[in-house]
């Protein structure tokens, strides 16, 4: 939720809130904190969090009391602040339970289920074996009961407890008071309990096992919901961790030392304040956000904007924090910092996404206002009946437990945490990580898929496309730049080196004395005008001489690479044919650089990130989904269109010239339009596209952050991993809403045999464990399924 139109939030606050379970729960503290007044408030269940924005003062003891009366446990992280809080590690402690249920648990219904294995006193070892399973071990499904119970409401845990206690206390009066202690006494499964008389039935497997299968399903699903709160985590360590700041002298001015030079001294990045100077050097990580006051230098930008062109940036340029200086030396004066900068401000983009999208609730939780009071109304109306109709209280009671038992959910807590363990080690042989059930339904709905360019549909790195040279000819332009550039560090240089490396023709006179290949080309005095270009003298390798300088004669040519601008501050002009190549590269958003030697420019060579040899095919498989494709990039119109023609996406589908902090944006546009949007993405720019979007894949040859902030992870980096995943993402919601029909199934027609005396709660318990079973049966059937469409099978190669 957010402030009404036209009415600036005064301050935005975050809670951390402890509790919390389930979908129903997150709307309760909703909607406790947004009767507060001036209060919009949205919860958030992965990160235990709650976001809230005040239209009007509202003191942080008023927040804290609107989530405790909901029933839970709430404090004031930040103001501003939307790092997720520390907090216990529920996970650890709901597997403890777990663990030590399990293996009391297995004793406790062998016991009970085998005839020939219970030995005098077997009795008393079963109830000794099973209170720590039914205190300690369920104490998370009591807490939850009792806390909803406080405030009037019933879930699911309700109906756990009540089972689990039930069978417990009616235990130990049999046992203590009911005459089922005496030792030798022996206890028999039968299908219908007896009608009165005899010695009172024990139900210790039963509060054992419900209470063992829950939590199993319980700690299942909270490992796949934690992994949401991983990505402002991973977004915060992507910052640099120190800065080298200039001192300052008393007069404000900075400080230098007795040799002239600046006095600089390392602190941490954390305390850099407005208008402090940093220096960054090549390979450093700028602190924070600023201007060049000196130097000029390439900066990679690429690990916030996703894109593979470095930056030029000189005196008056604006840098931004977290981004690399990729050669020279600067000196930055910081204008943001904190949680003013860049980097903070996406890691708010991707918290307020995260927010907004809360898991959709599960079937069970939607139907458990309606379910466990019907269920505890129909448990004392068959324990009511049956006293009236003259049974004794054990038949009464037999009733009313096995109704509670038959109706208790350990079938629904693992129909969707089985089916998806299977589904998602399919995936992962496919190279699909989907990290929550949540994420199913969002594959079901989803009617247009964005597509990021870079790195994407993209290779994501620049390499050559094309060589337009004059007389001298491709592989003689491409051989000179390739000497020269080798000897720079910029990536696109770094793409000219490789080209020429991998069009030369191999040598075959052998080697100098250096082990240089005799003819290969050399290059020396090499010097470099950053936002210009690159010089050096080049000459071929000749035997006995190499090494030696080359200012002039052996073929020496003195070899510019750069920009026409600065090869004509050189004296080099362009030629017509020349001047319109690099014309014709730079509208279709390509980039080029012109070569020249001996006064005269010889060449431009063009390059372009290309698109993936499997993107084509894979836009085609997300058309044959029903899905509408979208191409969403910061490059400009040219260079996005070129790539969208080339895998089938139309012009009007395009969305070029898009900052990283508007990608989240363009997502909520379509959202808007009525589309239900899946985005596919590598960048930290397009982390909070992804949390936005309804569906989040994020290619996992891209960063972490863009990896934790979406919801399915194609690990081999290939785009046609982006169909696959939908269509198995569909196939487990199938086996989940299967799982979930059974399951329900069992309970409606179960409840009436129980209620009408003719089902022994320890056959219920077995059937409810038989239930489960035949949950997760239907579970491993995604193991076992063939091959998904478009995954084609490895057949044995025949012999040629």
């Given at each position: ?19 919390m379970?389930?979908?129903s ?27 809230v ?25 930040s ?23 399990a ?24 109830a ?18 009792a ?56 139900y ?18 909270h ?9 402002l985590?991973t ?9 080298e ?39 450093e990580?700028?602190?924070?956000d ?28 604006a ?11 600067l ?50 109306l068959?324990l ?34 089985t089916?998806?363990?299977v ?40 390499q ?25 560090e ?46 050096a ?7 006995g001489l ?77 058309r ?15 260079a ?124 219920a ?25 478009g ?10």
């Amino acid at each position: 939720m957010s402030a009404p139109a036209g009415t600036p939030p005064v301050h935005e606050v975050e809670l951390a809130i402890e509790g919390m379970t389930c979908a129903s729960c997150v709307a309760r503290v909703e909607k406790r904190l947004n009767r507060v007044d001036g209060v919009s408030a949205t919860v958030n269940l992965p990160l235990e969090t709650a976001h809230v924005e005040l239209t009007a003062p509202v003191d942080d003891a008023a927040l804290v009391e609107a989530v405790e009366n909901a029933g839970y446990a709430a404090r004031v992280t930040s103001r501003r602040d939307v790092s997720p809080p520390a907090a216990t590690d529920r996970g650890a402690d709901l597997r403890s339970r777990l663990v030590v249920s399990a293996v009391l648990t297995v004793p406790v219904v062998a016991l009970s289920m085998v005839p020939a294995l219970q030995l005098t006193g077997w009795q008393w070892v079963v109830a000794a074996l099973t209170l720590p399973v039914v205190t300690w071990g369920a104490w998370p499904f009591h807490a939850a009961a009792a806390r909803a119970a406080r405030h009037g409401a019933s879930t699911m845990d309700t109906l756990v407890a009540l089972g689990v206690v039930a069978a417990t206390v009616w235990s130990l009066w049999a046992l203590t008071l009911g005459g089922a202690g005496e030792l030798g006494m022996r206890m028999r499964p039968s299908l219908v309990p007896s009608a009165s008389g005899g010695t009172p039935e024990l139900y210790f497997e039963v509060a054992a096992v419900v209470t063992t299968f829950l939590l199993a399903g319980r700690y299942a699903e909270h490992r796949a919901r934690r992994r949401a709160g991983d990505a402002l985590r991973t977004l915060l360590e992507l910052g640099a961790k120190d800065a080298e700041r200039v001192r300052t002298a008393a007069d404000g001015s900075a400080a230098v030392g007795p040799d002239g030079a600046r006095l600089t001294e390392r602190v941490p990045a954390a305390s850099l304040a407005v208008g402090d100077l940093f220096v960054v050097r090549p390979g450093e990580k700028v602190a924070t956000d600023g201007e060049v006051v000196e130097g000029t230098s390439a900066v990679d930008a690429s690990l916030l904007t996703g894109e593979p062109v470095p930056v030029d940036v000189g005196p008056g340029d604006a840098v931004t924090g977290a981004t690399v200086n990729a050669s020279g030396h600067l000196v930055v004066r910081a204008t943001r910092v904190g949680e003013e900068t860049t980097l903070a401000q996406i890691g708010r983009l991707v918290a307020r996404a995260q927010t907004g999208k809360a898991p959709v609730a599960r079937l069970a939780d939607r139907i458990s206002a309606v379910f466990v009071p019907v269920v505890l109304g129909l448990s004392v109306l068959t324990l009511a009946g049956w006293l009236l109709a003259g049974a004794d209280l054990q038949m009464a009671f037999t009733a009313a437990v096995a109704v509670l038992i038959i109706a208790c959910p350990c079938a629904l807590g693992l129909a969707t945490p089985t089916a998806l363990l299977v589904g998602t080690g399919r995936g992962a042989q496919l190279g699909i990580l989907i990290k929550g059930p949540e994420i199913l339904e969002s594959t079901r709905r989803i009617d247009t898929v964005v597509l990021d360019k870079t790195g994407t549909v993209t290779v994501g790195r620049m390499q050559v496309e094309r060589v337009v040279a004059g007389p001298a000819g491709e592989q003689e332009v491409l051989a000179y730049a390739g000497a020269v550039e080798a000897l720079s560090e910029h990536p696109i240089a770094h793409a000219v080196a490789e080209a020429a490396r991998t069009s030369a023709p191999r040598s075959e006179a052998g080697t100098g004395a250096d082990g240089v290949s005799i003819g290969a080309l050399q290059a020396f005095g090499f010097a470099a005008t950053p936002g210009g270009g690159v010089e050096a003298v080049v000459r071929r390798a000749h035997s006995g001489l190499t090494g030696l300088a080359a200012d002039g004669g052996l073929n020496a040519r003195r070899v510019l690479v750069g920009q026409p601008s600065w090869l004509a501050g050189q004296g080099v002009a362009l030629p017509d044919d020349l001047a319109r190549a690099f014309a014709d590269a730079e509208a279709t958003g390509a980039s080029a650089v012109v070569v020249a030697w001996d006064g005269a420019a010889r060449g431009v060579i063009v390059l372009r990130d290309p698109v993936r040899a499997t993107s084509a095919r894979a836009v085609a498989e997300l058309r044959d989904l029903g899905l509408r494709p979208v191409l969403l990039t910061g490059d400009g119109e040219g260079a996005a269109r070129v790539a969208a023609r080339e895998v089938g996406i139309a012009d009007e589908d395009v969305v070029a010239r898009v900052l990283p902090q508007d990608k989240a944006a363009v997502v909520a546009r379509l959202q808007g339009e009525g589309c239900v949007v899946a985005m596919v993405g590598d960048g930290v720019n397009d982390a909070a596209a992804l949390a936005t979007a309804d569906l989040g894949l994020a290619m996992g040859t891209g960063t972490d952050v863009a990896i934790e902030a979406s919801d399915i992870t194609l690990v081999r980096g290939d785009l046609r991993s982006a169909p696959a995943a939908v269509r198995l993402s569909r196939r487990t919601l199938r086996v989940i809403r299967q799982n979930l029909f059974w399951a329900f199934a069992y309970n409606v027609a179960a409840i009436p045999l129980a209620a009408a005396g003719l089902l022994n709660p320890m056959i219920a318990g077995a059937a409810m464990a038989a239930s489960s079973v035949i949950v997760v049966g239907n579970s491993l059937r995604l193991r076992h399924a063939g091959e998904l469409p478009g995954q084609r099978k490895r057949r044995p190669s025949s012999r040629r």
